[in-house]
Every structure is written in structure tokens, then in C-alpha cells.
């Protein structure tokens, strides 16, 4: 039940740092003169997002190890 929990946890993460991504993108559409700078954070969030999803499939493979062994 653990993992599922920190498993919900994280993957609200990876929706949570893609909806800001998302509004930086928007917001860049808005305003070019920032738009670098405000792509180069949405770029930042997105990765934050990828990390976390390799911490998640990394520990849902560290849970079913032992159970495949």
C-alpha cells in the first residue's frame, strides 16, 4: 500500500510541474520579449517532470525485483 501511495504521490508531482511548464509555454505566447527566458523555465519544469517519472518507474522496478526473483 506504501508504494502505491508515494507512487500517486509522485506521478501528482509530474502532473503538477507539467501544468506549469504548460503556463510558462502560455504565457511565452503572450510575451515575446520574455519568451526565452520564460521557455527556458517551462524547459526547467519539464525536467523536473522526467525526473520524478524515472524515480517512479525506478521504484516500481525496485518493488517487483523481489517479487520476480
Known amino acids: 500500500m506504501n508504494g ?5 504521490a509522485i506521478l501528482e508531482n509530474v502532473r503538477r ?3 506549469i511548464a504548460s ?7 503572450f510575451r515575446p520579449g520574455q ?4 521557455l527556458e523555465q517551462a524547459s526547467d519544469w519539464e525536467a ?4 520524478e517519472l524515472e524515480a ?11 517479487l520476480a526473483a
Open 23 to 29: 503556463l510558462y509555454r502560455q504565457t511565452a505566447a
Open 4 to 8: 502505491q501511495v508515494n507512487g500517486q
Open 17 to 19: 510541474y507539467r501544468g
Open 56 to 66: 517512479y518507474f525506478a521504484a516500481r522496478a525496485d518493488f517487483a525485483a523481489p
Open 35 to 38: 519568451s526565452w527566458s520564460l
Open 48 to 51: 523536473r517532470a522526467l525526473l
